[in-house]
């Protein structure tokens, strides 16, 4: 029966085999007709998109050139206006004074939409330099501006020679303040210079309007609206998306780069495609269909059975992407080694925690992640070398179980420890194109004479591991009863906080808080930043938080910021140092830049840009003098969201700065896409200007990329006069530390008439 059986599915495989064969032409006939006619189409498509992207650039090409046109003859009609009000140097009256033209020019810059408008002598100096912000927008722009000045200069003074009296006007595209920008140059003609009809000219004291305008401004607007650029947007670098295209707009004197203009293209063959997509699908799929018909056989049924059994069977014990023992195995494994008679067995299990895994899974993607976890595995059971049972938990974390004899205990500590040192070693994800780096925690707890149930000993390793991590990450902890009194100390101290918060709260809603008798355990103390090269103007102040705990005395933020983190108090912390900032600041630090620091978790909460704000506008405080310093770390997650809020922020006027530049992951498109205003140069690379040239090469290219992207920069930890020195040589704008000053209470803060606190000067003196 078995021999019959076994015959009459051999001669159904075989003619079913035959009659497969049959339809085989028909198949390969349809199917290469279908493809045809589809890479017809696409070819057709992809030829009239990139025709009409042709035109849509040249056009774009067209209107820039005309816009550039445009700005030279405003220049030149505002020109004439400021000739028709400056006093001249003739002796038969006196025009309109100089408060007339500075109205005039503020009126026409609105008038006209112009970002700046400056009148300047002969030499480049500014006229009616009484607006310290135009003067120092000025200074920033005055040596990209020298070229331009130069011809429209030359121009007036070979006008003059041939006894022609016209204004000299040059206008081009160049880079402003890190953003593409129209700038015109042009003379100044006074009437009292024509003189009397067919009489010499009167040449007058030289003037020269400049005027510019941002590319990414109204000119924009202009070319989206008139030339239908859906969606137009100004980059500084090509970032564009699927399905925009980048336009590179260039200098006009030598041609270099300056911007990018995006859009969505209107594309005519891709919507005729789009049309007839619906249909071509429809074809293939009932091509498909049929020849997944043909194609299909009997055996197949109990080979996906086959898969699906072992499948299912993996998934119950082994982890599908690692192939470890899962969670489930690990367990059993467990149990069977309590199970175990033997009088002198011990039990090993470390709990492994990869650090920094979210950092790199969030920055290059879930693919690169799922690479760095097998092998993150791999290099682990190159360790173990096949003794006992490494398993993955699930996400980054790991498990280890080694049953091994008593004496033998101390020796598996040394497993451990090349288990750290193995994960600490860089990791080449994507084929080399990325390196990633990251280490792990390691939480160990062992049982001998099984003296704990196995749920006590993985209690006892989740808390060794939680430790490892409290302790800096990077290393191995072996529980000991001491970790659970300290891990009652951080519960008592995350209680304390919450009580002190919960006070705060209150006395917020009764009115007290800005009461200059209310006094919190949570103090905002403040260090002062000083103007490179000016040491007695101090330009802000950083606000840094203090807990005057009762027990514990005087704690610093790292004692319990990270405590607020992990357990959702940074949010109502974070509100309140922002709001005692801005209430000092409008007493101590007036009209000083006011620098406090955010935290990634901050940027999470929901209504986070609601509550700034409305902080801002219940104390008065202005948010042009408020400063929000944020890591990087704060802009991996989730960076469209945080995009949006500081974008938001900005608008309103705050500035943002990026706090540890260069000490993480960082990206210098982090400084574009977020719309950095200023790179704080971090303290461990201002400790080594003194002891290794590395330090000073990277302080100098922190300072050089912030300059060329129109930023201010920072140095934190100035302590000594030859890092001062070298800092202000680079170009460093600002620096904070203690060579100018302590971090002090409000009490303490008093800036003198010189703008240089007192605290400050006796420590420069000492």
């Not at 880079?175 to 007058?204: K, Y």
């Not at 137009?232 to 030598?254: H, I, L, M, P, W």
């Not at 367990?331 to 470390?350: N, P, Q």
């Not at 000490?663 to 971090?682: A, C, E, P, Q």
């Amino acid at each position: 029966m078995l021999e019959h059986l076994t015959g009459a599915i051999t001669k159904s495989f075989f003619r079913r085999r035959n009659s497969r064969l049959i339809f085989v032409p028909i198949v390969t006939i349809g199917i290469a007709a279908t493809l045809l006619a589809v890479l017809a189409t696409i070819w057709a498509g992809a030829e009239s998109d990139i025709a009409a992207l042709e035109r849509q650039k040249a056009l774009v090409t067209a209107k820039l050139a005309d816009q550039v046109n445009q700005m030279a003859r405003d220049v030149a009609m505002v020109a004439a206006g400021y000739a028709s009000l400056l006093p001249d140097n003739t002796s038969d009256g006196a025009r309109a004074d100089r408060r007339e033209a500075q109205v005039f020019g503020e009126t026409v810059t609105e008038v006209f939409d112009f970002e700046q408008l400056l009148l300047v002598d002969d030499d480049g100096k500014l006229l009616f330099d009484g607006d310290p912000a135009t003067a120092r927008r000025y200074q920033w722009v005055r040596p990209l501006l020298a070229n331009l000045f130069s011809k429209v200069r030359d121009g007036r003074y070979q006008a003059a020679m041939r006894g022609e009296l016209s204004p000299s006007i040059s206008a081009e595209m160049l880079r402003l303040e890190g953003r593409a920008s129209i700038v015109a140059i042009s003379s100044v003609i006074f009437d009292g210079e024509r003189g009397e009809p067919g009489a010499m000219p009167t040449p007058q004291a030289p003037h020269y309007l400049i005027g510019f305008r941002f590319l990414d401004g109204t000119i924009l607007d202009d070319l989206s609206r008139e030339m239908g650029l859906k969606g137009a947007r100004y980059a500084r670098t090509t970032d564009a998306e699927d399905g925009e295209v980048a336009f590179q707009v260039e200098a006009s004197a030598n041609g270099d780069p300056i911007g990018v203009i995006i859009w969505s293209p209107d594309l005519p063959g891709s919507k005729v495609i789009e049309r007839l997509t619906p249909y071509l699908c429809a074809a293939i799929a009932v091509i498909g269909g049929l020849f997944w018909l043909l194609v299909l056989r009997l055996n197949r049924s109990w080979k996906e059975l086959h898969r699906s059994e072992q499948h299912a069977r993996e998934l119950a014990l082994q982890d599908v992407l690692t192939h470890l023992p899962n969670r489930d195995l690990f367990s059993r494994r467990l149990k069977e080694c309590f199970a175990s008679t033997l009088s002198d067995a011990s039990i090993v299990v470390g709990f492994v925690d990869l650090d920094r895994f979210k950092a790199v899974n969030d920055s290059f993607g879930h693919a690169a992640g799922d690479e760095l976890i097998i092998k993150a595995a791999e290099r682990m059971n190159e360790v173990l070398g096949g003794r006992g049972t490494l398993a993955r938990l699930g996400g980054d974390e790991f498990a280890i179980l080694l049953p091994v004899r008593r004496y033998e205990l101390a020796a598996q500590i040394g497993i451990f420890e090349s288990i750290v040192s193995a994960i600490d070693r860089p990791f080449a994800l994507r084929q080399g194109e990325v390196t990633a780096h990251i280490g792990c925690s390691i939480g160990i707890a062992f049982s001998t004479h099984h003296d704990c149930l196995p749920e006590e000993l993985l209690r006892r390793a989740d808390v060794a591991v939680y430790q490892a991590k409290a302790k800096g990450r990077g290393r191995h902890v072996v529980y000991d009863a001491e970790i659970e009194t300290g891990q009652r100390e951080r519960e008592r101290l995350i209680d304390e906080l919450r009580t002190e918060l919960e006070q705060i709260e209150a006395a917020s809603l009764s009115g007290r808080i800005a009461d200059a008798s209310y006094h919190s355990a949570l103090e905002v103390h403040f260090q002062t930043i000083h103007r490179a090269g000016e040491e007695h103007h101090v330009t802000g102040a950083e606000a840094l938080v203090r807990w005057r705990h009762p027990r514990l005395g005087l704690l610093s933020p790292d004692k319990f910021i990270p405590l607020a983190e992990s357990t959702g108090l940074i949010a109502p912390l974070g509100d309140y140092i922002l709001e005692q900032a801005c209430w000092i600041g409008l007493t101590r630090l007036r009209d000083k830049t006011i620098a406090v620091n955010i935290s990634p978790m901050q940027l999470r909460h929901d209504g986070f840009a609601d509550r700034v704000l409305t902080t801002l506008q219940r104390t008065g405080f202005p948010s042009s003098c408020l400063e929000l310093e944020l890591t990087e770390t704060a802009l991996v997650d989730n960076p469209q969201q945080v995009k949006e809020i500081l974008g938001r922020l900005r608008n309103a006027g705050i500035k943002i700065a990026l706090d540890d530049f260069g000490t993480g992951y960082s990206s210098l498109s982090h400084l574009i896409h977020f719309g950095i205003d200023r790179i704080k140069i971090d303290r461990s690379f201002v400790r080594l200007l003194d002891t290794q040239s590395n330090g000073a090469a990277i302080a100098a290219a922190v300072t050089s990329l912030a300059r060329n992207l129109g930023m201010e920069t920072t140095a934190e930890g100035v302590e000594t006069q030859g890092q001062r020195d070298f800092l202000i040589a680079i170009g460093c704008t600002d620096l904070q530390g203690y060579l100018f000053s302590r971090p002090v209470a409000a009490d303490d803060l008093m800036i003198g008439d010189s703008d240089c606190p007192q605290h400050a000067l006796r420590s420069s003196a000492s």
